[in-house]
């Protein structure tokens, strides 16, 4: 009889304080991953004066997808230049990169640089 009991009030007190938990609402909306055509007003307003064929620093062309993701296959110092506090290091040199438009460049190279 013990037994019994010992297994009934068991059972009750595991079922008892099972409960379903609710997944709650997102606060913010899920980012919307960024892709080349997305950014690309960002390179053509602050790169491609300068990284074009006739631009100052032609040797690194940034005016097509192509070219770009050539760049960022074979450099990984893209995030860093971007990012730069050093007026002798980060693109543009101007620092005109708004916090907004750098993390969507960032997120935009952290995922893969899709098309």
Sequence with gaps: MRLFLFFTLSFLIIFSSCKKEEIPTP???SKVQETYQSIKNILEINCINCH?????ASFLDLTSYVSVKTYLDVNNSFIDRISSDDEFYRMPPSGDLS???KNRLIDWV???YLE
Excluded at 52 to 56: C, D, F, K, M, Q
């Design 99 to 101: 916090e907004e438009e």
């Design 110 to 112: 952290n995922s893969g």
């Design 52 to 56: 074009s064929a006739s631009g100052s």
């Design 27 to 29: 606060i913010k909306p």
